[in-house]
């Protein structure tokens, strides 16, 4: 009974990344491109809330149901597949970290121009860039460690 429930608790957070890092993504280059300084702020707003509240979850809950499914299952961490998924987790926390404190400095940079009533400048498009491309290696690894989590491969 307690594998079913690690089981489940750990596929609802796997799902909880997954989804709420293309949700954030989505919605913020929807904005981004939109050139709506008030529709950005507005939606940094909520992404950084959004990552706080769910990915933040999420991501303290992987490990934890993680390890404890392995420990039921008797799977050593040395296992290939799982000591993979276990780098790349270090991998999207390396570039999560850094893209949650991007949109935070972003969304207070939206609020600014939205206050002045001026345009965002070039910080927020050195951000916005640089936020895009780390999102790339972070949203990938995630995929990579569903897709391990599935298959689990005998290397």
Known sequence: MMYFILKYLHLVGAVVLL???AGIA?????????????HIFR??????????????T????QPVTGLLLAR?????LSEPWLATS???????GAFWLPVVRMQMRMRDLARTAVESRKKLG???????RLWFLCGIPAFGSVLAILW???VKPSW
Do not use: W
């Open 72 to 76: 039921e299952l008797g799977l050593p």
């Open 122 to 128: 070039a910080e927020y498009h050195r951000l916005f």
């Open 19 to 21: 989804g709420t890092g």
């Open 43 to 56: 939606t940094a707003k909520s992404v950084v809330l959004a990552d706080f509240l769910f990915t933040a």
């Open 26 to 38: 989505f919605f913020m280059l929807m904005a981004h491109r939109s050139r709506d300084t008030g």
């Open 148 to 150: 391990l989590m599935v």
């Open 58 to 61: 999420a991501v303290v809950a």
């Open 86 to 92: 276990l780098i790349l987790y270090l991998v999207t």
